[in-house]
């Protein structure tokens, strides 16, 4: 453990930071790192700057090579479903691009997974989806969308995980950071539509009675929604 004052908050801040500048070109690939620029630049001791790249490296944002040194990447070799990299990108010039990447991925799976839950969810889970969703109603309707974006998250991270299928509710993390992020960057309304607080309750009451082909329509029409919302945004 080290005893450098204030050690997590440093990382956190050169990570964030070559990290954003690496998803938005600001770092092209190619550019070279070096872990003394690194520590002259944010003050920063060796081992903050050698984690900070150790992690980037698991992210496929960099690469580190003997007499070559710390090397940007090229986006095909990214890990492109690591939440933090998401964020970057959400927070970065591609933002609508991204967007539309994770909805398209929202679209092909959440249906699915819907479909899934209601085959497969235990009586516990099947009770908490209907109760979920009937709160962010209530959350909704009163405008509190600070708490209802944390249920909105609790209801798709439950279903993707009682789904059965482990690859689903690995996205889970994934879809939570895109619900996140339109909130923080100001994409949502400021108060829910009727129609997509309609369209959670659908999905969990045939859920809750385990009916798949209900549940995978409900959550295709509620995704539809919100791609019809980002449509506006992908052909700017």
């Known amino acids: 453990m080290s005893a450098e004052p204030g050690v997590e908050v440093l990382h956190n801040t050169v990570l964030d930071t070559i990290g954003a500048e690496i998803t938005s070109g600001t770092l092209a690939c190619g550019d070279v790192l070096t872990l003394d620029r690194i520590r002259e630049r944010f003050g920063v001791s060796r081992t903050v ?8 490296e698991s992210m496929g944002l960099v690469r580190s090579r003997r007499r070559v040194g710390i090397t940007v990447q090229p986006s095909e070799h990214w890990n492109v479903f690591d939440p933090r ?9 591609g933002r609508d691009a991204q967007l539309r990447t994770l909805t398209e991925l929202r679209i092909a799976v959440e249906p699915l ?14 009770e908490r989806v209907v109760t979920i969703a009937g709160r962010m109603r209530e ?28 690859m689903f509710g690995a996205l889970a ?3 939570a950071v895109v619900l996140r992020g339109r909130t ?17 309750e659908r999905v969990a009451d045939s859920v809750a009675r385990g009916l798949a082909t209900d549940a995978e329509t409900a959550m295709r029409d509620l995704l ?3 791609r019809d919302a980002m449509l506006p945004l992908w052909r700017r």
Do not use: K
Not at 49 to 56: G, S, V, Y
Not at 185 to 198: D, F, I, S, T, Y
């Open 49 to 56: 700057a050698r984690e900070t790249m150790r992690i980037l």
């Open 85 to 93: 990299v998401i964020w970057w990108r959400l927070a970065g010039p």
């Open 113 to 126: 997974a819907a479909g899934a839950a209601a085959r497969s969810a235990s009586a516990g889970e099947r």
């Open 139 to 166: 959350l909704g309707e009163a405008g509190r969308l600070t708490e209802f974006l944390d249920c909105d998250i609790a209801f798709h991270t439950l279903l993707l995980r009682s789904s059965g299928n482990e």
């Open 173 to 175: 993390d994934v879809v």
């Open 184 to 200: 923080q960057l100001g994409l949502m309304p400021h108060q829910p539509v009727p129609e997509a607080l309609r369209l959670h």
């Open 224 to 226: 539809a929604e919100v």
